[in-house]
């Protein structure tokens, strides 16, 4: 049975999605044990998987005993080992926290949106796992439906954030479908090993370069590269604050993920870096979306928005990284992948706690946090001193790597980009932490003094989560030794 | 020249259409033209993957002549020679866009019940009138 | 594969296409939309692509365009552009 | 914003056209989307699967996941206009907007 | 348009087509080994035959044989029934999907299995795309009946 | 005495009851009030309950067993395979359709006269066929006529048929007849659209409806009296 766990991974969720409905119709609330329960096998499955692999090496998994180009193939390596870990444990952490949210923002859809909630997850796994360029797109097409679900029941004003959200969304997934159309045409293939074997000798063609740019389009828009970012931070404003804490650390984390597993797994590095000039267009893409990410955040008021400029900047330092085209910046730009997701997920859960108490994420609403709920902001100033980039936090390694990264590929646009970021989120989080600070007593932010009086301490099922996190965002940074040698050195592309 | 025009044609078509459906999907101001702007695209891209199936010189459907009462025993002894492909046409891209057309429906229904939604609560479908709302509001 | 018929039902396909994207009465829009699936699912049974053209009509020209005329129907029939 | 849409669709549509000189040509028999992995299917449809319809032996059994997939990508929409468009009991209090 | 037609013709006429568009929906599912058809397409004629009825008929006469409720429950065991054909062939010791371990229990050939196993799923995508798409053709014409959620909002 | 008592009033109370059931329900409530006894009253309900929940069962499986057959065979049109696979398929699909739509095919057709009315209908379409090729041969000789002598009017008339399928099948009729097309039906009030005086004094005349009552056996008419004296039989067997 341990053979079919890779399977496993993606079907626990999977099924659970469609049995959830009718457990709704049973009991209501018991919607919500049963979303732990296929979680937690399903984040126990992933972490064993990764195990597996760091020391047996590449699992193949053929789905239904058919040998690969023809029939589907599941591949977990030590990259989407990790993504995998990643995906079914953030979205652990975000089920435990949604319990309370939920019941506060949407009572009565509980159940349908667990369901989304399940298939969105499902949605992730299966665009992590699969090695198959199709089945891709039908794995996003699940998560991108259950986000515009997700996103659209929010406050005013997101369900037309989420019609954007849509029409972008589609023209990226569309594009996608279109570059491997193209691959598919010119190759007769769809696997991606197989694919990667064959295209060594088309690489002059012009179809494998427009089907290169279109991928690398696509995913751009699903990943919110800073000129296409567009959709984004409305639609993570908008959404309830368990979908965005769900879906801003982990969509924009996969179409990275994807845009390496292409430019590494699927074309040789060769073709991506020294045919094309894609290496370049993405440093300086990324050049720009830090920029812009940065500048744009420091112009919000609203709290929840400044964050996802946050993420469009962090989505920046990844593709810059991967762009550098060296063995350290790839590093960096991997263990990135997992520190953002993380960070991202410690910022929204505690945006979702101010949320939850307050009702509105105005950064004045941040007045007095730190006396009312000292756990909670604790946490917070944890996960921004990680985006700042201060040691022991996991944020520092990352960007040091990046920052070496570019060093060796003397990039310095790159690392004055990177270190100006720096330099703007120090100033963003001094200054939440220096309203939060503020000791005077608290008036005009809400005209009922009765409702102000009621805010404290989170609830535990929120809180717990959210600790974890901020935990989770030291351990990583003391032990960012042994996850490098083991899991990012092996999965780093060999250039 | 028109040799050339002829034997691409299907490329034309799908890159006429694909313009066609994103130009109305970035420049229309109304939600359901956006829609449907969507749904062009996406059959366009479709038609290119289908027209990628077609082989010259008379294909048939993809359903084999005589599997029908074949079983099993009988496909063993000659249907793995029998079949000549170049009589059929590509199945592959068939079963990838029924695929992609369920895709599309499913998307169509989720971009109009957002419309509907978007309508319930500003009592209007065009875009720049709901901005404008939210900046009153 | 008849060129003629095929270069006709192009022709077809690409009048509504821009039909359904110039018109202002929505309701004619998505009718218009109805029958550019049904033109392309011609031109995909021209390419034997049955089962797609099957799907083409049933899903897209037929629940597609019933959906389509729903939502119309639930909103404003008029458009701006 | 009408001029940029055109100019960005002109310039999608550029890209693909020259995309498309180096496709094979429309119908090509040894294409390579119709010699590699399609003869495969077509020869051994009926062997494997006794179903003369290769279209529905690739849909539901060679590539039987992407169609596990294609459902669960409907069963999403399903769940996805209940979530949105159904009523539950009344939404009071609406929180503080 | 959700209410009952009050054409005599239309109606009568509805009602006498409706046994045939169902068996005729019932024919694509299950000859899509042979023919053109197969879950999608069946299911989706099912569904336009419901949608017939509720143009015909009225909402509420259709609500009688299928409510919105029944109609979510079909859409997850349809499901299933997909989901579930391949956890049996995992159980049954192959990889998930591999209809051909079906032949275990089903006492035929493996390839007649997997022929089987086709069957199965295709039925079990035909319920769920019928009742998906029953769902969401309720949810948008349904949509904006009540009216205290929207005026309200504003 | 007792027993034709018995089997006349079983067979009358069937043939009128079947008719029209929600009708007989309505029709039945008058005669009572016309003979305004609160006791009878309670006795007929349950006799009428009695009867019509006997009624109901029956149709449905006479209604259920007929669909299920017009629907194999519409199946093996379709199929045109005949092994045990197939027909089996087939079998089970037709079955269950016919059971969740058993109510809609022979909405208001009566039991026992299912074949009945088959039968008829089936010699009702030569007669038909006849027509059509009749009117054909008019309308040609109409239209090639240089003078065009056509008188396009409007014709209504109200119908004697009641159920809806009869109607339904008139209405199909007479559009099928060259020369003449339904335009609407409103309340049992046809409004025909006829294309020469002709066609117009044929239609007027009314055979094609007589025959299509003929049909559907609606040519005698559910008279209040009928449920009346049916009523006073039930009250007399009760005591």
Not at chain 1, 175 to 189: D, K, N
Not at chain 2, 6 to 12: G, L, Q
Not at chain 5, 132 to 144: C, D, E, R, S
Request: aromatic fraction near 10%; proline fraction near 3%; glycine fraction near 8%.
């Amino acid at each position: 049975m341990t053979g079919q766990l890779p399977m496993l991974i993606v079907v626990i969720p999977l099924i659970s999605a469609f049995l959830c409905p009718l457990i709704g119709l049973w009991r209501k609330d018991a919607c919500y044990y049963w979303l732990i329960l296929a979680l937690s096998a399903c984040a126990v499955g992933s972490i064993d998987t990764l195990v597996t692999v760091i020391y047996g090496g590449t699992i193949h998994y053929h789905l239904g005993g058919w040998a690969p180009p023809f029939g589907i193939e599941y591949v977990v390596d030590h990259l989407n080992g990790m993504m995998l870990v990643i995906i079914s444990v953030i979205s652990l952490a975000v089920a435990i926290y949604s319990k309370r949210s939920i019941e506060e923002e949407l009572p009565e859809k509980v159940v349908y949106f667990y369901t989304a909630f399940l298939l969105q997850v499902t949605g992730f796994l299966g665009i992590v796992i699969t090695g198959d360029l199709f089945n891709l797109y039908v794995f996003l097409e699940i998560a991108s439906l259950a986000g515009y679900a997700l996103i659209a029941i929010g406050e005013d004003g997101a369900p037309l954030a989420s019609f954007r959200y849509i029409v972008m969304g589609t023209i990226g997934a569309c594009f996608y479908l279109l570059g491997v159309g193209y691959i598919y045409v010119s190759t007769g293939s769809l696997n991606m090993a197989d694919v990667h074997q064959i295209l060594p000798q088309l690489y002059r063609s012009k179809v494998i370069i427009t089907a290169v740019s279109f991928l690398l389009a696509g995913l751009a828009v699903k990943m919110a590269l800073f000129p296409v970012h567009v959709w984004l931070p409305d639609a993570y404003t908008k959404a309830p604050s368990a979908a965005s804490a769900l879906i801003a650390p982990l969509m924009t984390k996969i179409s990275l993920y994807v845009m390496i597993r292409l430019l590494f797994t699927v074309f040789k590095p060769s073709l991506s870096i020294e045919l094309l000039p894609v290496a370049d267009i993405m440093v300086w893409a990324g050049v720009i979306a830090i920029l812009g990410g940065a500048i744009m955040a420091l112009a919000q008021t609203d709290f929840k928005r400044m964050l996802c400029y946050i993420v469009v900047a962090e989505v920046g330092y990844i593709v810059g990284g991967v762009g550098l085209a060296n063995a350290t910046a790839m590093k960096g730009a991997i263990l990135h992948i997992l520190n953002d997701a993380v960070m991202t997920v410690g910022l929204f859960t505690v945006a979702g706690i101010v949320v939850y108490k307050t009702g509105r994420h105005d950064l004045s609403d941040c007045k007095d946090l730190f006396k009312k709920m000292p756990f909670t902001m604790a946490a917070f100033v944890v996960v921004a001193l990680s985006i700042i980039g201060v040691p022991p936090t996991c944020g520092f390694f990352s960007k040091w790597y990046l920052i070496h990264g570019a060093v060796i590929a003397k990039h310095w646009a790159f690392l004055a980009a990177l270190l100006l970021s720096s330099l703007i989120s120090v100033i963003l989080f001094f200054r939440i932490i220096e309203i939060g600070y503020a000791f005077r007593p608290s008036h005009g932010w809400h005209s009922g003094g009765g409702h102000a009086a009621a805010i404290d301490e989170a609830p535990l099922s929120m809180l717990i989560p959210t600790i974890a996190i901020a935990i989770a965002i030291i351990l990583i940074g003391l032990y960012n030794q042994t996850i490098l040698s083991n899991i990012i050195a092996p999965a780093v592309p060999v250039l | 020249m028109f040799d050339f025009i002829v034997s691409y044609y299907n490329y034309w078509v799908f890159i006429g259409l694909m313009m066609v459906g994103f130009y109305a999907m970035m420049a229309k101001r109304n939600l359901i033209k956006k829609i449907i702007g969507m749904n062009i695209f996406q059959s366009a891209i479709i038609f290119f993957y289908i027209s990628t199936s077609v082989k010259k010189g008379g294909v048939t459907v993809p359903i084999l002549e005589h599997g029908h009462a074949a079983h099993a025993a009988d496909g063993l002894e000659h249907g793995a020679h029998a079949v000549d492909i170049m009589q059929y046409a590509n199945p592959l891209p068939h079963v990838l866009m029924l695929t992609a057309i369920v895709v599309m429906v499913a998307t169509l229904g989720v971009a109009l019940a957002v419309a509907i939604m978007i309508y319930r609560r500003y009592n209007t479908l065009e875009e720049d009138e709901i901005i404008k709302l939210l900046r009153r509001g | 594969m008849i060129l003629p018929f095929d270069l006709i039902l192009v022709l077809f396909v690409f009048i509504c296409a821009i039909a359904a994207i110039t018109v202002r009465d929505l309701l004619s829009a998505v009718v218009i939309l109805g029958a550019y699936s049904f033109f392309m699912c011609l031109l995909w049974t021209q390419m034997a692509a049955v089962d797609v053209a099957f799907t083409e009509a049933s899903v897209s020209a037929g629940i597609g365009t019933v959906l389509c005329i729903g939502a119309v129907s639930k909103t404003r029939r008029r458009s701006r552009d | 914003m009408k001029i940029l849409s055109v100019i960005a669709g002109v310039l999608v549509g550029a890209a693909l056209i020259y995309g498309a000189l180096d496709m094979p040509k429309w119908g090509d028999p040894h294409s390579p989307a119709s010699s590699h992995v399609s003869p495969y299917y077509l020869r051994h449809s009926i062997e494997h699967t006794a179903t003369p319809n290769v279209v529905t032996s690739v849909l539901a059994d060679y590539r039987g996941y992407d169609t596990l997939g294609e459902t669960t990508v409907v069963f999403t929409a399903g769940i996805a206009c209940i979530l949105l468009l159904r009523k539950g009991r009344k939404r009071q209090g609406k929180r503080h907007v | 348009m959700t209410r009952a037609s009050d054409d005599v013709i239309i109606k009568a006429l509805a009602r006498l087509l409706m046994p045939f568009i169902v068996a005729y929906a019932l024919y694509v599912v299950m000859h899509g080994h042979h023919s053109p058809g197969g879950g999608f397409q069946g299911g989706v004629i099912l569904a336009a035959g419901f949608v017939l009825l509720v143009v015909t008929h009225g909402l509420e006469q259709t609500r009688k044989r299928m409510s919105e409720k029944l109609a979510g429950v079909i859409s997850s065991i349809g499901v299933f029934i997909y989901g579930g054909i391949g956890a049996l062939c995992l159980i049954l010791g192959g990889n998930y999907l591999d209809y051909g371990k079906l032949s275990k229990i089903l006492l035929v050939t493996p390839a007649e299995a997997r022929s089987l196993g086709i069957l199965g799923v295709e039925i079990g995508v035909a319920l769920a795309v019928m009742a998906v798409m029953y769902i969401i053709f309720f949810a948008i014409f349904t949509a904006g009946e009540s009216p205290e959620d929207d005026g309200r909002a504003e | 005495m007792e027993v034709t008592l018995l089997l006349e009033a079983t067979e009358n109370a069937f043939r009128i009851l079947q008719r029209a059931r929600e009708h007989a329900v309505g029709v039945l409530d008058t005669a009572v009030e016309f003979t305004a006894e609160e006791t009878r009253y309670c006795d007929e309900k349950r006799c009428r309950a009695l009867f019509t929940g006997a009624q109901r069962k029956k149709t449905q499986i006479h209604n259920f067993v007929g669909t299920s057959i017009i629907l194999f065979a519409f199946w093996m049109l379709l199929s045109g395979k005949f092994d045990a696979f197939h027909l089996g398929l087939g079998a089970i699909c037709c079955t269950l359709v016919a059971y969740l739509f058993h109510d809609l095919l022979f909405a208001n057709v009566r039991v026992g006269d299912m074949r009945i009315v088959t039968a008829r209908f089936i010699a009702y379409i030569p007669w038909l066929i006849e027509q059509i090729v009749l009117a054909n041969i008019h309308v040609a000789s109409l239209v090639l006529r240089p003078k065009m002598p056509i008188d396009p009017q409007i014709i209504e008339f109200k119908t004697k048929l009641e159920t809806d399928i009869s109607c339904v099948t008139l209405a199909n009729s007479i559009t099928l007849t060259p020369g003449t097309i339904t335009i609407d039906i409103k309340d049992g009030v046809y409004y025909v659209h006829a294309l020469s005086q002709k066609v117009a004094d044929d239609l007027n005349a009314g055979e094609m409806e007589d025959r299509v009552a003929h049909i559907f056996m609606e040519a005698d008419h559910l008279y209040v009296q009928d449920v009346l004296d049916a009523a006073r039989i039930y009250q007399t067997l009760r005591v």
